[in-house]
């Protein structure tokens, strides 16, 4: 029977290691980046550009295609993001009108070809006389040709008739081969996730070492027995000391010898049956706490009652690949038993085991403190079984007087003026829950769970002391009780007990409690200090996993010698390989026209962009006080000769001069220039194209109202700039910022060599579309916040560079999509549906012209415990959003799980051989692993796609749950890997898929349009320990009614990616 459902979800401030954090070559990224490390990463955070109004209003996003402001007459593909552009003659399979139409604002205009060469893209203020940006040689024809009317009526302002209307003409699109789809299954029972297509034989072969130490399967008898506890307590520690008590005092008699694991909460186990079917024990504790100057004890009655035995056999056979479902309960006694020495040694935190003499304790600042420790986890490979060992480290709350405590947190002498009322809130915040131990009484250490603070001061709390309701202050009570003279009669008390009858303790007579894990948000000073503490370098991780192993000694626990399970003391050797980096294409106008990036990064030196796009309108506002009007006009002016240089069409004089402007104005400084701005340029039937923005470094809640205010208010793309990037001015800085500002107003940085070529197999056959999804949730303590999910989509085939995007805010902690399909009744129009995917669908359709015929899925975030349920949801979306567009059209579906909150990092073979490793120490870019340590026999593998900056590089996990797709190991390990060369950011291949990537960075920005400032210390923090990941519920998502729709994105800045 299995009793807890593993979520792998993580939450609060534990942080094993950072992702990428840094600059490389070219244009650096920082893996989920902090917005304080803005310009690399600014100017945008979130992804979509299209919006639906649903009953709700609920979700937003849309198709970057086509440039700003571009309306699409007569139907036909859009053209900034549309495919092949064909200038001069018509393209195949398509009607005469569409040549004729004008090409998008927001991309260079088309240049006629001489001497007929064949199509060519449109972009890049180049020369008439030059060729457009590339030609696409040898392509191969389109197997699948595609045919529809055009649509003779404008565009409909309301999304859902446009909607409704799109998927009519959808059905108009006739497709030549339909593949027989399968039925989405019903349920979990029925449901199996595909095997493994065999192994993956592309690229070099290698040897790496993963953290991962062989355990044998123990031949033991395993039994689980029911613990029932009276009275019941909540505490799992209390449970622990009361089974601790019985064990001593039954073992060698009741117990019939056995050494049992026990969970902490029902569950009890032994290697072999006991002596009963049912028993029950009377245990006397003795409690230390209480402070009436005797040890109170505390008695309860324990039963323990045969549950079942747990079945050995059936994961033998799961391991050797003949059983398909892995015995969950097996896996959990295992696990359990591993768990019972160190939980007992350490504080246990989720999976993982800390303690201040685990490695060198270290300050975080404000009361907080970084304590050391190791994760670890049984798992199911083709190996065998396998123990996942990892370092990690957490913030624990420093065991400080709470006076030294609250002086830490304000940082400041706090007696020297009277708390205001944000300190009092602060204090309340950080204190609430936290246990205490009183020191005015001797050696009686009485312990107290703090519930508030008092809103009076000290000195004016009184209290009852007997029946008659005589009232008696805590200042006099103290000095005649205990003899205690209370210092700080200025401060409040802590409320401590019960909530109801609280009991009132001055600051100064109270100490917290050692070894308090922390696990609300750390702001970002506390998390660059524990990423300091985290990072290591490959090979010091290497020694301190297997130091772990080695102190923790696994062959002397008399747990794992009890149930029989013996572990190795070895890294597993597993074989892997790397994989070769694809070819981008480049604008033929520039020096170099292709490149091969060298160990996952490259340059924009002597290269254009793709598609260049133009930006004829703009203006900058100044909102660093430190940055002089000249500095601000200069800054400007070299980021106008980066764009031309590379690639844009960049006006380098602004439509006004640079402004400065007061932070605590921004949305007053922020409306008044804008209108300023369009009043010259209406007259003359221009837009503003761009907002350059200058930030100061610490900037608080500013650059999440700018965001907010410019896409859900002005309807502008804005580009923000840190004040240290502006003054130094770099011209790496400057090319990074030019990536950004280019693919926000409709252009491409580059292209897959191989998509040109229609080279990219279970892609460039037939039209392919790639979904990118993720759900982010509020971080610990925000217990009412929705959670946010974001869903983008390629809008481009066959190059698959630009994704638009939609986001919505749904139920508190729900991983489940809500909003991919909805139906809905209209008073007009009846039955209506609508949704992220179908949205999505319709717009691939209107910048190509074709339909998807094929669907890739990337999910994000989602842990093993939820697999079930999650595709059984999602997919089922997916498939009545498709057949709403058309009946019977099902195109088939690959839907693979991203995960890259897991604890495997794979090591060189030899750290000293510079062939086989980067220059951070970490293995190469495009590393693959699918065999050893990977699922015993379903289709997973490891990769680890991008260049070490820092610390030791933790590859992706991608699990598939579904394929339809009949992909093999080596086309969607390449697949995946070649994608993370297209991340718009930055010229570094990025450690995730893109779309989840782009997924990620859309949701986060859409929780700015709902909660600006979301950081006690003014500073937004990109959730690097944690990425606000918390347990999340899968349960299936009812109305949506609760949570309050997201702020609508202006139509101008739906088009393009703004997010980036």
Partial sequence: MVRKKRNDGASGSESSEPHEVGSGQGGGVAQRPPPQQQQQQQGGRGQGGYQGRGPQGGYQGGQPQGGRGWVQRGGGPQRGGGPQQYYGRPPPNQPQQFQQQRPPRGTAPPQQHRGGRGPSYAGGPSSPSVPELYQATQQAPQQHTATFRPMLHAESSTSEQTVDESAAQFQQLSVQKEEPIQAAPASSKSLRFPLRPGKGSTGTRCMVKANHFFAELPDKDLHQYDVTINPEVTSRGVNRAVMAQLVNMYRDSHLGRRLPAYDGRKSLYTAGPLPFVTQEFKITLLDEDDGSGSTRERDFKVVIKLASRADLHHLGMFLAGRQADAPQEALQVLDIVLRELPTQRYSPVGRSFYSPNLGRKQPLGEGLESWRGFYQSIRPTQMGLSLNIDMSSTAFIEPLPIIDFVTQLLNRDVSSRPLSDSDRVKIKKALRGVKVEVTHRGNMRRKYRISGLTSQATRELNFPV????????????????????????????????????????????????????????????????????????????????????????????????????????????VEARILPPPRLKYHDTGRERDCLPQVGQWNMMNKKMVNGGRVASWICINFARNVQDNVARAFCSELAVMCNTSGMAFNPEPVLPALSGRPDQVERVLKARFHEAMTKLQPHKKELDLLVVILPDNNGSLYGDLKRICETDLGIVSQCCLTKHVFRMSKQYLANVALKINVKVGGRNTVLADALSRRIPNVSDVPTIIFGADVTHPHPGEDSSPSIAAVVASQDWPEITKYAGLVCAQAHRQELIQDLFKEWQDPQRGKVSGGMIKELLISFRRATGQKPQRIIFYRDGVSEGQFYQVLLYELDAIRKACASLEPNYQPPVTFVVVQKRHHTRLFANNHRDQRSVDRSGNILPGTVVDSKICHPTEFDFYLCSHAGIQGTSRPAHYHVLWDENKFSADDLQSLTNNLCYTYARCTRSVSIVPPAYYAHLAAFRARFYMEPDTSDSGSMISGVAGRGRGPSSTRAPGANAAVRPLPALKENVKRVMFYC
Wanted: charge should be positive; hydrophobic fraction near 30%.
């Fill in 466 to 573: 007997d029946e008659r309701g005589t009232m008696k202050s805590v200042v006099e009570y103290f000095r005649e009780t205990y003899g205690f003279t209370i210092q700080h009669v200025q401060w409040p008390c802590l409320q401590v007990g019960n909530t109801q009858r609280p009991n009132y303790l001055p600051m100064e007579v109270c100490k917290i409690v050692e070894g308090q894990r922390y696990s609300k948000r750390l702001n970002e000073r506390q998390i660059t200090a524990l990423l300091k503490v985290t990072c290591q370098r490959p090979n010091d991780r290497e020694k301190d996993i297997l130091e772990t192993v080695r102190h923790n000694g696994y062959d002397q626990d008399p747990y794992a010698q009890e149930f029989g399970i013996k572990i190795s003391t070895k890294l597993a050797l």
